[in-house]
């Protein structure tokens, strides 16, 4: 069966500092991967997605980045963090095809000081 | 651009009433899906909508999609304490791989 990791769970980091955080899939080749967050109280933005290795959509002008350098692996990455990307980072997958539904990650709840 | 917009945004509710949350959307789609999301917990997929008069059913929970009005439905019957969680509805656009976007979720607090 599939599952997806995503780590860590919880972060608290200055402002100004980077970070990294990690997503990874097993059960499934080929997935499509994404990054959402979701801001206190507010629905899910998507962030970016990709169809494959180093594929990378982005929705949204911002201070983030993400990569992926293998087939089930996926990466949100800033160089230099702001107050504002505080929020709840999920991490989803699905596969190409009718009914693909996303499965989500457990998040990271990312709080900037 | 395509809007998904569910409401209510907030919907308290007591036990054992009945209930429908709404969620339109803007463009043309055939494919739409439902989540529960528990306080500060990730998502968890209900239902998977894929064609248009598609009804599926779990316990208390019932969605449906009209593809034509660009409308589905979640319609809680008999509401139990258990059910208070946020739903959320995505839209699946087809543009390049799968990409689905969200509506704002409906916040649900069943009283006892």
């Known amino acids: 069966s599939q599952t997806i990791h995503q780590w860590p769970a919880t972060l608290v980091q200055p402002v100004g500092s980077p970070l990294s955080l990690e997503c990874t899939v097993e059960?499934?080749?080929?997935?499509?991967l994404y990054w959402y967050r979701q801001a206190a109280g507010r629905g899910l933005q998507l962030l970016f997605y990709?169809?494959?290795?180093?594929?990378i959509s982005s929705e949204v002008p911002q201070n983030l980045s993400a990569s992926r350098p293998q087939d089930r692996q996926f990466i949100l990455s800033s160089k230099k963090l702001l107050l504002s990307d505080s929020g709840f980072y999920l991490c989803a997958w699905s596969v190409l095809g009718a009914g693909a539904e996303a499965f989500f990650g457990q998040g990271t709840r990312l709080t900037v000081v | 651009e395509l809007k998904v917009e569910q409401n209510p945004l907030f919907l308290s509710m007591q036990e054992g009433k009945n209930y429908t949350i709404y969620c339109n959307y803007s463009t043309t789609s055939d494919r739409l899906y439902w989540y529960r999301q528990d306080p500060g917990k990730s998502l968890e997929s209900l239902f998977v909508l894929l064609s248009n008069g598609a009804v599926k059913q779990e316990g208390r929970l019932m969605a449906s999609l009209d593809t034509k009005a660009r409308l589905s439905t979640l319609h809680i019957t008999a509401a139990v304490h258990d059910l208070s969680a946020t739903y959320f509805c995505?839209?699946?656009?087809?543009?390049?791989?799968?990409?689905?976007?969200f509506g704002a979720g409906t916040i649900l607090r069943v009283k006892s």
């Open positions: 990709s169809v494959g290795i180093g594929q």
């Open positions: 995505a839209v699946d656009i087809r543009v390049y791989g799968n990409k689905l976007v």
């Open positions: 059960g499934t080749s080929n997935p499509n």
